[in-house]
């Protein structure tokens, strides 16, 4: 098993930025790659962005990139999920995800282990 722990949710304005961390704790030797979800009020959980654990190759869903800056530190077994320039569509609760194999694409299926969430929320 392995526990993850979400931090850093809030409120900002338009343009602002928020820093999520996510610590793992348990079982992390098995983890291959963590990531991060959201979920809108009434959308479904979508793909944010993942980081392979040992490669460090990271993963950005368009809407995110340039924008969005996932990172990590083994030692500390923390994913970090630097957000800038926050537009009102990136609200939604935000969700660390960890995985124990490749995915084959970017369904949530393919994620074992999930944070409680974390709220963002981005005035307009």
């Known amino acids: 098993q392995v526990q993850l722990v979400e931090s850093g949710g809030g409120l900002v304005q338009t343009g602002g930025s928020l820093r999520l961390s996510c610590a793992a704790s348990?079982?992390?030797?098995?983890?291959?790659?963590m990531g991060w979800f959201r979920q809108a009020a009434g959308k479904e959980r979508e793909f944010v962005s993942d980081i392979d654990w040992t490669g460090g190759n990271t993963y950005y869903t368009n809407s995110v990139k340039g924008r969005f800056t996932i990172s990590r530190d083994n030692a500390k077994n923390t994913v970090y999920l630097q957000m800038n320039s926050l537009k009102p569509e990136d609200t939604a609760v935000y969700y660390c995800t960890s995985r124990d194999r490749p995915r084959l694409n970017f369904g949530v299926q393919w994620w074992s282990y999930w944070g409680q969430g974390t709220q963002v929320t981005v005035s307009s």
């Open positions: 348990g079982r992390t030797v098995s983890i291959y790659a």
